[in-house]
């Protein structure tokens, strides 16, 4: 018998599918490229610019805080990178660099490592970062004075500050951009905002990919256009302002921040959609979908405790034998 | 006939090409064999010869009067040199009996019964006494499965030709080679049983198989069943579920809903036990794997060591390769090639390099829930690893643990590669330990 056989051992099963962590969040990423692209095409240097800030900062507060806590840096599973992004297609092209900066590190740093890492994060971290720094609005006031004279020069910015078709809205401006045009591309709010076509490109293939579920968008979506229906508002048009669509596709399905059972997407998707109305038409006209997504995130653990569904052979008794 | 979905299960590849069309051949005669006195579920064998004794093939050397118990036989002629501890393929040692064996080999001797003429009560004492048992690899003897307590009416017996683990043919060359003692065994179990419908459940990945069972099936009361293919199709609730729509209750068995299963090898071995009093001393076991030469559906003499079986096969040809005894999504990997092949082993899948994946590290749960989609006993794997992994026993029951049926499925598709089934092998013995403090 010969024994110089090198034999490897493990537990079982011993066939492994191929996606991984980093695969599945380099899809994501992939998925955000078409609207990115549309974000650099209508906003230029002040994307390309916005973004580069968030990325470094990304990487950047990523080994800090592996450095800190005396573990290894996840910068390989792309979750840093792809939050980042997130925070950056978050802002306005012209929002302050340093305030991208500090939500990105607020994102990256104390949302996502200081929770524990990628996967015992409650709450989203980019939106987390995102509303971190409205939240801080009035003390980031007193630090913008002193980072003014490192803002760099990226031409004139008079044609980017245009309102967002939400503060239209709620002004009545009487120029409104037409619903295709808003559907297609059309430069206002975040850089995220610009293109739900592309938006919705992008999250078709995550359905593709499978990283995706049907419940978390459908309910979100279908809970905004009835309730905006009932209130007398195009429902159609509802859904193409604003964050909707980014949120309702990238941000509430988020894995680890949103429910694991079936009836629990179905409901934390339909209770967001409930809070971006009571946010749009009752209260502030932006931000809404940061809010409603970060006040779900709170209830996941909740919402799957009360929403599991039964084992086999829990419910059903022995048949009866003829 | 119509057949149900369970939910969950999955497609994964299924690697039956390597040897789903090698008819069997018989294995040749090793130098040495190893045969542990435990092969089945239940109650240890006492050994019945002692070193220096001549052993004939065939011939009884472990029993014992207890109830849960199949007994074992010499597989081939020759002596005692040891009876002694000697690793099982599951990483256990078992009390084993080693023979020499010698180099000519005599006829094994066989009777011929009339089956017309063969009681109830005889046909289960001749599948006692040939040490049958489940050969599908949970080896419960099968002499007792066919004494059910007599308050359980059994009113249909599933044959389980489904093989839903990638890479074994066993069960696939059973089917194809031998369909007409397979259902004149199945006859005799529905015999015994006394039960009117007996369903031969086979994946439709094999055509081969359904056809040469529907060619030579006359029998009115034995019902042909293509299953679609998807795993764990042959787990026995998800057969049962899919084939009658009857759910076994958590933590019950199949007898709970009226049923029986047997496995195709298990029907073939009974009908030898009864029909010519013959012991079970040999199985089909399927050799293969992208890394061994010659892969191959090899008749092997049970206590063959599986270095012989993998030397019959053309060796390994890359190292390091990972070997595991059964199916790759349940089977245990091996440390060495020095276990023998029990009567509950089905396959030997020699796997590459590439494939010879190690404990890897694993991430933090995502929560993205491939698992709980997929999982077939529709439990929550995201959170029993996360409890199991923590250590904390009380949550994982509340989780369900115990209902898990270790199938792989989760650890499969888990992309932050969690050893899930490993973990929860590992706190059911605690579960069970305070679930009996609790009494």
């Known amino acids: 018998m010969s024994t110089t056989e090198k034999l ?22 992939i998925a955000l490229m078409p609207v990115t692209a549309a974000a650099i095409y209508f906003f230029r240097l002040y994307a390309v610019f916005t973004i580069a800030v968030a990325l470094i900062t990304a990487v950047l507060t990523e080994l800090l805080f592996s450095r800190l806590m005396g573990k290894k840096h996840s910068l390989y599973d792309w979750s840093a990178l792809l939050t980042g992004l997130f925070v950056a297609l978050l802002f306005p092209a012209t929002a302050a660099w340093w305030t991208v900066a500090i939500a990105t590190f607020i994102a990256v740093g104390i949302a996502k490592e200081l929770m524990g890492g990628l996967g015992w994060n409650l709450f989203n971290p980019a939106l987390f970062g995102r509303v971190a720094v409205i939240l801080l609005a009035p003390w980031l006031a007193y630090v913008s004075g002193w980072f003014a004279p490192l803002a760099p020069n990226l031409g004139p910015v008079d044609t980017l500050t245009q309102a967002t078709p939400l503060a239209m809205l709620q002004s009545g401006s009487a120029d409104l951009p037409s619903l295709g045009r808003l559907f297609v591309g059309f430069p206002a709010g975040a850089l995220s905002e610009v293109s739900p076509l592309l938006v919705l490109i992008g999250a078709a293939y995550l359905f593709y990919r499978g990283h995706i579920n049907w419940r978390i968008p459908a309910s979100i979506l279908g809970t905004v256009m009835v309730l905006s229906a009932i209130l007398g508002h195009n429902p159609v048009y509802q859904i193409c302002t604003g964050g909707i669509m980014i949120g309702a596709f990238f941000m509430a399905t988020d894995w680890v921040t949103s429910p694991f059972t079936g009836r629990g997407k179905l409901i934390f998707g339909a209770a967001i959609g409930v809070l971006i109305v009571v946010f749009r038409f009752g209260l502030a006209p932006t931000e809404g979908v940061a809010f409603s997504i970060l006040i779900m995130n709170a209830f996941v653990p909740l919402i799957n405790r009360k929403t599991t569904h039964p084992q086999f052979g829990h419910v059903r008794k022995a048949v009866a034998v003829e | 006939m119509e057949v149900k979905q369970f939910v969950g299960g999955i497609h994964v590849p299924h690697h039956k090409s390597f040897s789903e069309h090698k008819a069997i051949k018989e294995a040749s005669v090793p130098a040495e064999i190893i045969i542990p006195l435990v092969q089945h579920t239940g109650v240890p064998n006492q050994p019945l010869v002692n070193v220096g004794d001549r052993v004939k093939a065939g011939q009884l050397i472990g029993a014992t009067d207890k109830f849960v118990s199949a007994p074992v036989h010499a597989s081939l002629s020759g002596t005692v040199t040891a009876v002694e501890r000697r690793l099982c393929f599951t990483g256990e040692m078992v009390q084993s009996v080693v023979i020499s064996v010698d180099r000519d080999q005599d006829k094994l001797e066989l009777a011929d019964v009339d089956l017309d003429k063969v009681t109830r009560e005889e046909a289960i004492k001749a599948v006692r006494e040939a040490g049958v048992v489940g050969m599908g690899g949970a080896a419960f003897p099968t002499a007792v499965k066919l004494s059910p307590p007599p308050d359980k009416k059994i009113d249909a017996l599933l044959i389980n030709g489904c093989e839903c683990e990638p890479f074994l043919t066993c069960d696939h060359r059973i089917m194809v080679e031998q369909p007409e003692k397979l259902l004149r065994g199945v006859r005799l179990l529905m015999d015994i049983l006394g039960v009117k419908h007996a369903y031969v459940c086979v994946e439709d990945n094999k055509p ?134 029990v009567k509950g082993t089905t396959g030997v899948v020699v796997l590459p390099p590439d494939l010879a994946l190690e404990d890897m590290d694993y991430r933090a749960c995502v929560s993205c829930c491939r698992c709980v989609e997929h999982c077939p006993v529709m439990i929550y794997p995201n959170q029993i690893s996360i409890y199991c992994e923590a250590g904390l026993v009380r949550e994982a029951a509340y989780w369900n643990t115990m209902d898990c049926i270790e199938c792989g499925i989760c650890a499969y598709v888990c992309p932050s590669k969690r050893p899930i089934v490993q973990w929860v092998q590992l706190t059911k013995p605690l579960i069970r330990q305070l679930e009996s403090e609790r009494k």
């Open chain 1, 8 to 29: 490897v051992f493990s537990s079982s099963p011993h066939l492994k599918d191929k996606v991984s962590v980093p695969s599945a969040m380099r899809d994501v990423f």
């Open chain 2, 208 to 341: 081969d198989a359904i056809e040469a069972l529907r060619q030579k099936n006359k029998d009115p009361q034995i019902v042909l069943v293509k299953l679609p293919t998807k795993y764990p199709q042959g787990s026995e609730k998800h057969l049962v579920k899919a084939v009658l729509d009857r759910e076994i209750p958590s933590g019950g068995l199949p007898f709970d809903v009226g049923t029986l299963i047997q496995n195709v090898g298990t029907c073939v071995a009974v009908y030898e036990a009864v029909k010519h009093r013959r012991p079970l001393i040999d199985r089909v076991v399927t050799v293969t794997g992208q890394n061994v030469r010659d892969p191959q559906n090899l008749l092997v003499k049970i206590g063959t060591p599986l270095s012989h079986l993998i030397a019959e096969c053309g060796g390994i040809m890359q190292q390091p390769a990972k070997v595991v005894v059964g199916g790759p999504m349940t089977g245990k990997a091996q440390q060495t090639l020095e276990a023998p092949v």
